[in-house]
């Protein structure tokens, strides 16, 4: 199975800050990579598609960007509805696999 | 709108099998496949398996082979995830979630359902 790689694992910052969190792969998966939010008790939600791509009504505070093996999430003002934990997903390879998640606070 | 809803939680003995529910509206049932995913305890996601509700068709991963079977009910449109020989280790919420695109295998996750606490206990 590829392994995926994120890191931070958590990180705290301030309101209107930029965050960035990078997801590795074990392999090359080209741009077959989606990124989920998912707060305490709900249900993941789907972020960002095909490593790039915003899902339909998600907020343009998103980005995503990369290919092959290195991978970047990007929140470019950090907001307070924006704590939770953020997860890479690649699906290149069957089983489609998770990252470990990055844990997002506010300072 | 689009919704996933899953049956209540379960508390299983070790070595017994459970079954959980979830059922889709908002949407043509036929139209997307549907996944199965857990998280264990401090654990990452896990994708366990697919399910196409047109035809019945499945795939699982290998770690569950064996263990897991997907059906569903087209009438109700429900999907159905059961899990056998269970220990500890499988002790996790349980989430059924919708592939984005119609009518393929697709591996990305639109909408999920509330999940489902199984926890496995003697």
């Known amino acids: 199975d590829i392994q995926m790689t994120q890191s931070p694992s958590s990180l705290s910052a301030s309101v209107g800050d930029r965050v960035t969190i990078t997801c590795q792969a074990s392999?090359?998966?080209?741009?077959?990579l989606n990124w989920y939010q998912q707060k305490p008790g709900k249900a993941p939600k789907l972020l960002i598609y095909?490593?790039?791509n915003l899902e339909s009504g998600v907020t343009s505070r998103f980005s995503g960007g990369g290919s092959g093996t290195d991978f970047t999430f990007t929140i470019t003002s950090l907001q307070a509805e924006d704590i939770a934990t953020y997860y890479c997903q690649q699906y290149d390879h069957i089983p489609p696999t998770f990252g470990g998640g990055t844990k997002v606070e506010i300072k | 709108q689009v919704q996933l809803v899953q049956s209540g939680a379960e508390v299983k003995k070790p070595g017994a099998s459970v079954k959980v529910s979830c059922k889709a509206s908002g949407y043509s049932f036929t139209s997307h496949y549907l996944h199965w995913v857990r998280q264990a305890p401090g654990q990452r996601l896990e994708w366990m398996g697919i399910i196409n509700p047109s035809g019945g068709s499945t795939s699982y991963a290998e770690k569950f082979q064996g263990r897991v079977t997907l059906t569903r009910a087209t009438s109700t449109s429900t999907v159905y995830m059961e899990l056998s020989s269970l220990t500890s280790e499988d002790t996790a919420v349980y989430y059924c979630?919708?592939?984005?695109?119609?009518?393929?295998?697709?591996?990305?996750?639109?909408?999920w359902g509330q999940g489902t606490l199984v926890t496995v206990s003697s």
């Open positions: 095909d490593a790039s």
């Open positions: 392999q090359d998966i080209s741009e077959y």
């Open positions: 979630a919708r592939a984005q695109a119609p009518y393929n295998w697709n591996y990305q996750f639109d909408y």
